[in-house]
């Protein structure tokens, strides 16, 4: 980690110890909120939306939570000299595993620009990001692609330029044909980010069937890449035996935000979750482990 740029960067995301969306993301996602329409949901439903109004609760409830869990994981790693060694073709792939509204690639979008940002004085040009969201859900496949374009239309981001944005529907790992095909053809992943959507992929799969999936994705990132997987505190186990089934370290993270909604304007809380990143050079299948 590069220690003076990491404290500039938290300072400005973090300022004061807590978690702050920048006005310009807060007014995106206050703009999108205010154009769904409002319902009753099921605490299901809000984790795991499925309609407009649904996606309306999600966005009120978790986007800011999720995204400052995305950035503080991937801070020490965003600021270190590996990163920005391994920055050498101005392309920069993000692959978005159950993207819902696009949380963890707008999280990382702004933080590369801030952090592109405070290295100005060392040269480095602008950085072309290119996307694939990939979700089962057609409401988070419409409002990420939304929130991306009106991300990189209002904020103007001073280092970093939208390039190819895919949407995939097929569920993770059925679709891995297609996040072949993707790779060959924009270059491999620099980051493939699994934020809260172990559980469903869990439910779905079975822990031996998701080691294996996350084993297929080192074929298709940069070797110097990041994968990354989310989960919230509930899910110690959960991240726990996939981690020890992959060869790799989790660990819990706790953080203080700023709450967003009408009436609690100036309140904070404290979140835990728990979090694996890791090189996928280092990724081994254990199947003793389960
Ligand atoms: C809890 S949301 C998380 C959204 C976002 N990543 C975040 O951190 O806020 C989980 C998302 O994963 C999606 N999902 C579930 N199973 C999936 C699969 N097999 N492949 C891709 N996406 C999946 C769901 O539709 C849902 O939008």
């Known amino acids: 980690m590069h220690k003076k740029l990491y404290k500039s960067i938290i300072d400005e995301l973090c300022p004061e110890g807590n978690w702050k969306l920048r006005c310009s993301i807060e007014k995106l996602l206050n703009a ?3 154009q769904l329409p409002c319902r009753d949901v099921t ?7 499925t309609d407009r109004a649904s996606m309306k609760a999600f966005l009120e409830t978790f986007f800011a939570r999720h995204y400052f869990q995305v950035q503080k994981s991937l801070v020490e790693y965003l600021t270190s000299s590996e990163f920005y060694d391994s920055l050498t073709t101005k392309e920069f792939n993000i692959l978005d595993i159950g993207s819902g509204p696009a ?4 999280a990382v ?28 859900e057609n409401i988070c496949l419409g409002i990420d692609q939304e929130l991306l374009r009106n991300y990189f239309r209002s904020q103007s981001p001073q280092r970093i330029s939208c390039g190819h944005v895919f949407s995939m529907e097929k ?3 059925s ?10 053809n924009l270059g491999l992943y620099d980051l493939i ?10 439910n779905d799969l079975g822990l031996k069937n998701i080691a294996n999936a996350l084993s297929m994705l080192q074929g298709i990132s940069k070797p110097n890449g990041r994968i990354m997987i989310i989960q919230d505190k509930f899910s110690k186990a959960l991240v726990g035996n996939v981690s020890r089934l992959i060869g790799q370290s989790f660990k ?24 694996c990143l890791f090189a996928p050079t280092g990724l081994s299948v254990n199947a003793r482990a389960v």
């Open 32 to 34: 999108k909120i205010n």
């Open 43 to 49: 605490g299901e439903e809000t984790r795991y939306p």
């Open 103 to 106: 949380v963890a690639s707008l």
């Open 109 to 136: 979008t702004e933080m590369l620009d801030c952090i592109l940002g405070a290295r100005n004085e060392a040269g480095i040009h602008k950085l072309r990001v290119n996307y694939v969201l990939n979700d089962t």
């Open 171 to 173: 569920g993770f790992p």
């Open 175 to 184: 679709n891995f044909g297609q996040l072949e095909r993707v790779a060959r």
């Open 193 to 202: 980010i699994l934020s809260y959507v172990l559980k469903p992929l869990h």
């Open 252 to 275: 819990k993270e706790t953080l203080a935000q700023h709450i967003y909604s009408e009436n609690n304007d100036n309140e904070t809380y404290t979140y835990s979750y728990y979090t």
